[in-house]
């Protein structure tokens, strides 16, 4: 792992988008793993400046989405579809046909998660994916287990995932996840972890241990030859 210590976050998302912004210049039309939070929301929002300046970036980016919650009530706006399309998808001007992604209120979603492993096999192999870092290490929605598994699936959340956040806060919280695999993510090209925002500080320092457990899913990067880890020194 590669660790990029920023004083801000600001700097931390401008370090994110120069690393993304020299893969994408070298390949225009490379597929690009999209996560929701606000942890790489500054990537974002640099590289909608870049577009804004630039109307040709971007413009041949694949995009597909790395998970999304399940279980919601009609119309929340509180899906991950909701928070990369505006943050992301809408304002670069991803195109339908450019971008893969799962419906939060499918009505069957081990088939919407078969789908989206079936994009990902055509697509792949993904060329930059984006993370955050769970307060209990996970990554996507790939949780802390016994096991852990490479296709895109269906995934029990966590108690200290469904306590944390805004998500107590919700009328009708998630009750399971769709996410990308281990296996998927693993097989990216580049990996460009972000740490920021609070709560992060004990998931930080174990994840500098070069130790890989199933039970600290974000370990498994460790299996990576091409992972950045960016990260604001206030979250940790």
């Not at 210590?5 to 988008?17: A, C, Q, T």
């Amino acid at each position: 792992m590669n660790f990029h210590y920023h004083p801000d976050f600001e700097s931390m998302s401008l370090k994110g988008f120069e690393l993304v912004k020299s893969d994408i210049d070298l390949k225009p039309n490379l597929l690009f793993c999209v996560a929701s939070g606000g942890s790489p929301s500054g990537l974002y929002a640099e590289m909608v400046r870049e577009k804004a300046k630039n109307q040709a970036f971007g413009s041949e980016l694949r995009v597909i989405k790395l998970d999304e919650w399940g279980g919601l009530e009609p119309g929340s706006t509180f899906t991950s579809e909701h928070d990369v399309q505006t943050k992301f998808i809408q304002p670069m001007g991803i195109l339908d046909e450019r971008y893969w992604t799962i419906d939060p209120f499918t009505s069957d979603p081990a088939a919407a998660c078969q789908k989206m492993e079936e994009e990902i096999r055509r697509e792949g192999p993904i060329d930059i994916c984006i993370l955050g870092i769970g307060v209990n290490g996970h990554i996507a929605l790939n949780e802390p287990g016994e096991v852990a598994r490479p296709e895109f699936h269906v995934c029990q959340l966590a108690e200290s995932t469904l306590n944390n956040g805004m998500i107590k806060s919700l009328k009708q919280p998630p009750t399971f996840g769709m996410t990308m695999g281990v296996g998927n993510i693993l097989q990216s090209k580049r990996i460009l972890l972000f740490i920021a925002g609070s709560g992060k500080k004990e998931a930080f320092e174990r994840l500098l241990k070069p130790e890989v457990s199933t039970q600290f899913p974000a370990s498994l990067l460790w299996l990576h030859p091409n992972v950045d880890v960016l990260v604001d020194e206030r979250a940790v």
